[in-house]
């Protein structure tokens, strides 16, 4: 993994839906990349230092039926804003991180389209999983591999090289335009084979390039060993954190942080409690005083963290499976922070400190984690790495309770009491629904 990814913090924005771009696709350019420059500072001011971006490219609809990789989206703007973003981002000292759609494209994809035209002769039928039917003509549509049934997106041949070769040569060509790293959409159904092709060949070009994946299910660290790619995303933890909020059962947040641990021991997951393609946390949770809960873990625990871009302002919006289920979690944005509305103040500010408490303890992301005390409604953990100790106790009750926290000493964020500090009978008193991130 590069060394710059050790203090990064991702605010991760959809493009489309943040500027207000329409549905459909156009050839129209309408310059609105520009609108994402004006909330650079907020994030810098936020903590962030990479901007990781979602799907850029031209498309049908929603980004991810991508129609040209080696184009803007016109419904964002061309190269030349694109190119603008990326140095203002550069300049405020933001990496940029993209969203490469590699496994599948849309059925408008011009290398689609002249395999209907021109059948099973056409150059890039090797790049599809197709059937033909008997006595083809222009115009039929064989059967092919889709991306989880979606007949809008047509699952790649990733055993041909020239998918391999493609894929290297889309993901080289931003990177030497500036971009600094690419998230691997829908990695987990690639051949893991397809990556340790694709992946190495890259690095010889960029090395200092970050090159995570999309994994929601399987065995992790399999995946970045086989793949080589630097991390997967970390939707176990995700799950653990809220599901054992709302269930007042923490026993299944310490299981979780101990398998997360584990995968420590081959790569340093991309850690994150929501993203574009989920209920926000603001809403998944039962109860919104447990918000302060799940950002405590995902600042204090191992992993390359990301926040999605609304989540510090506690917006809300239920993903669901529908379509347009996804547009609750993927709104229009303001013209600036300016006309964001106060109540998601407080919620910023908390993770200006939480962010900035992580940035005072660098370490923390290589950091493993020992229960302290765990039981349905408390937990206490320590977190550890390079000679250096913090404390973390969560309290789910309706009323305050002493919570065991061995070591514990000076309060550094959240509310609490400690008694008989630094010491290994150290507890921390926490008000109702409480949480506290202790020196060790």
Known sequence: MPDWVQDAVWWHVYPLGFVGAEREATEVVTHRLDRLTGWLDYAVELGANGLALGPVFASSTHGYDTVDHGRIDPRLGDDDDFDELVAAAHERGLRVLLDGVFNHVGREHPAFQAVVDRGPDAPSAAWFRLCWPDGWQPGVVPEYDTFEGHGQLVALDHSAPVVADWVTEVMTHWLDRGADGWRLDAAYAVPTSFWATVLPRVREQHPEAYLVGEVIHGDYAQVVRESTMD??????????????????????????????????????????????????IASRLDDVAHLPHALAVLFTVGGTPSVYAGDEQAFTGVKEDRAGGDDAVRPPFPESPDELAPFGEPTRRLHQELIGLRRRHRWLHTARVTPLHRDNRQLSYAVTGEGQRLVVALNLADGEVTVPAGGAGELLAGAGAVRQPGSDRAAVSLPAHGWAILAG
């Not at 923490?250 to 997951?269: C, I």
């Open 231 to 280: 991390a997967v995303t970390q939707y176990e933890l995700w799950k653990a954190i809220w599901s054992s909020l709302n269930d007042g059962n923490l026993h299944e947040l310490a299981h979780a942080l101990g398998r997360h641990d584990g995968f420590l021991d081959t790569f340093v997951p991309l850690t994150f409690v929501g993203n574009h393609d989920v209920t926000r």
